[in-house]
């Protein structure tokens, strides 16, 4: 006698043990026969275009999407799984859709909104994504970043300190919210007490990927290198495609060794086991170019961006590569990520610094005034925006970087406690020597060239030599701030008479070391503070170690130089708008050249 064939239920029950145990192969094809069998049955066929997706078939996973979409509308999972392949394709628009509809049933639906969010700089959408589940005590260890994350963007990571040191309180055993504290408390800089929560969390059996990255982070800002990459290292045995970690530990390896090949080891083991991950190869190929080989990070990802399911992340990734030796490249590669994602805010980034590498600064300016539409405080958006008129002969551009008033020099006062100013550098020097890497090398990712630059906000140290600085930093800011005055440009408009700091830093340049040109996307007042200067600098028949403004630190055509110099001494503060190209001339001599430098954003107004 035959044996009978399951029902429907059961064999969903069997799909679920499938992949329970991770079992993914069995699992798709018993949900293929269920789909041959049941084509009505809306969970077998999301399940089935989620296992689509993860092997890469996002064509067919979103067929399958639409299909179960179609005979249930209202299913929160399925709005969420087709609303991240969505998200992932750069489509925003027909995601943001589609996830909202699920945000208020589903909190990972909130959870891909909200990070969209804070990605895109929309923390307050983000926040009022998340709090209703924070109030109901539903937060796991990515919710929490992404809360935190929101409220620090707003300038309230007190608030986050506080939300989850209660919650932490609330259940003194829970690893969970002790992870969550650690998270907060690093987003507002208190990184030894984040690591001591985050290590209580570890020692409480909640040893996951999260928790280990979240441990790492501190470590790093405290100066605990060879803990934190053990701890990456841990993370990354648990969950080997984790690109943060990646990220990190590559950065790590790298200012420890500058050797790229060890910086990148990790990912190409993890290339062995997930051949051709996309999101893998982009990570290494930004690594590569972080490090300065931006051909090396073509070269990774040529191959795979010929692909016709290329996604748009990978060919923006190779498009950033190609944009510092080859524009037109780059803006063929930003224009097929466009294609497959019209909306999608990277590759209309990409397309407008290509086509001023190319010389069409024409039709970069409209593309770049509609970003801006939608993000106009972006200060690199806004240096793209006066680039594209200057090549144009606007004579915005002037208006914008009228350098003569817009940059302004300041001598800093001699602080409470010190005879001089000399003896305030020289304590204030060994201060910030003890926070350098004598054996270090630049940060990955940074302008800097032949040097090191400090882990940790500055704004948060404790010693008393550091907080002085920044008391002595107060008046020059709200001079500059009342001498700029308000208007309706990008400076003056967000000028509320009030500021606050946002990340500050030190740099310390050896013999030919220099600052590649750049912005501050993030900021809107920026600095530079001499703190030790070479041999040779005050000698004005040379630019070496000069602070230059006005050349683009990307390709244009034609070439434009710097329009502007400042001549540092120890000592000055130079106070600019985040928004223009800056950069300093390569210096010779024995001595170090010692900076510190913060990013200033309005505050509450006056």
């Known amino acids: ?60 996973a979103e067929a399958l999407l639409r299909r179960a979409l179609a005979l249930d509308p209202n299913w929160a999972p399925t709005l969420a799984t087709l609303g991240e392949l969505l998200l992932n394709a750069g489509r925003h628009d027909e ?118 990255f979240t441990h790492a982070r501190s470590l790093v800002a405290l100066g605990e290198f060879a803990r934190a990459e053990a701890a990456l290292r841990d993370g990354l045995r648990l969950e080997p495609r984790h690109i943060e970690a990646h990220d990190h530990l590559a950065r790590l390896v790298w200012m420890r060794s500058g050797d790229l090949a060890q910086s990148t080891a990790a990912f190409d083991e993890a290339l062995r086991r997930f051949p051709g991950d996309p999101a893998l190869l982009a990570a290494k190929a930004a690594v590569l170019q972080g490090a300065g080989d931006a051909r090396g990070a073509y070269a990774c990802l040529a191959a795979p ?55 069409d600064a024409g039709r970069a300016l409209p593309c770049c005034e509609a970003l801006l539409a939608n993000a106009p405080d972006d ?113 003056r408009r967000r000028n509320r008479g009030n500021y606050r700091f946002n990340g500050s830093w030190s740099v310390r340049l050896r013999n030919a070391g220099f600052h590649a040109s750049h912005v501050h996307p993030r900021g809107w007042i920026s600095s530079a503070c001499y703190i030790e200067l070479p041999e040779g600098m005050a000698d004005a028949g040379t630019a070496d170690g000069c602070l230059a403004f006005g050349e683009p630190g990307i390709a244009t055509a034609p070439p434009l130089p710097a329009q502007h110099v400042v001549r540092p001494e120890p000592g000055m503060l130079v106070l600019f708008p985040s928004y223009v190209w800056h950069g300093t001339v390569p210096f010779h001599g024995d001595r170090t050249r010692l900076t510190v430098a913060f990013d200033a954003v309005p505050g509450a107004s006056a």
């Not at 994350?149 to 309180?169: I, N, S, T």
């Not at 259940?171 to 800089?189: E, N």
């Not at 510092?324 to 590759?347: G, H, K």
């Open 1 to 60: 006698m035959a044996t009978p064939a399951p029902t429907l239920l059961e064999s969903m029950r069997q799909v679920g043990t499938l992949l329970q145990s991770g079992e993914l192969r069995g699992a798709h094809d018993r949900l293929q026969a269920i789909v041959a069998e049941h084509p009505d049955c809306a969970e077998a066929l999301r399940l089935l275009g989620g296992l689509r997706l993860g092997s890469g078939d996002a064509e067919g």
């Open 95 to 212: 995601a943001e859709a589609l996830l909202r509809r699920a945000a208020t049933k589903l909190p990972q639906a909130a959870l891909l909104l909200a990070r969209h969010c804070n990605d895109q700089r929309r923390p307050a959408e983000a926040l009022a994504l998340l709090a209703p589940f924070c109030a109901s005590g539903s937060v796991n260890a990515e919710l929490a970043a992404q809360h935190v994350a929101a409220l620090a963007a707003l300038g309230r990571a007190g608030e986050a300190v506080d939300f989850y040191r209660r919650a932490a309180e609330a259940a003194p055993d829970d690893p969970v919210p002790a992870h969550a504290l650690a998270i907060a408390l690093a987003a507002a800089g208190q990184h030894a007490e984040a690591e001591r929560h985050a290590s209580r969390a570890l020692a409480r059996g909640h040893a996951d990927a999260a928790t280990h």
């Open 379 to 491: 200060q690199y958006l806004i240096a793209l925006q006066t680039t594209a008129w200057r090549l144009l002969g606007d004579a915005r551009h002037d208006a914008y970087c009228d350098y003569a008033q817009l940059v302004q020099p300041y001598r800093l006062q001699v602080p409470a406690g010190w005879s001089s100013l000399a003896g305030f550098l020289a304590d204030l020097k060994r201060s910030l020597e003890r926070l350098h890497d004598p054996h270090g090398h630049p940060l990955l990712f940074q302008s800097l060239r032949h040097g090191t630059e400090t882990t940790e906000d500055l704004t948060r140290h404790a010693d008393p030599v550091i907080q002085a600085l920044f008391q002595a930093f107060d008046a020059p800011i709200r001079d500059y701030m009342a001498y700029v005055g308000q208007g309706d440009d990008a400076l």
């Open 305 to 359: 961006a010929t692909h016709a399911h290329a996604t748009p992340a990978l060919l923006v990734r190779a498009g950033l590569s190609a944009l510092e030796f080859d524009p037109a490249s780059a803006l063929a590669l930003a224009e097929r990520a466009l294609r497959l994602a019209p909306s999608a805010t990277a590759a209309r980034n990409l397309q407008v610094a290509a086509l001023l590498g190319v010389g």
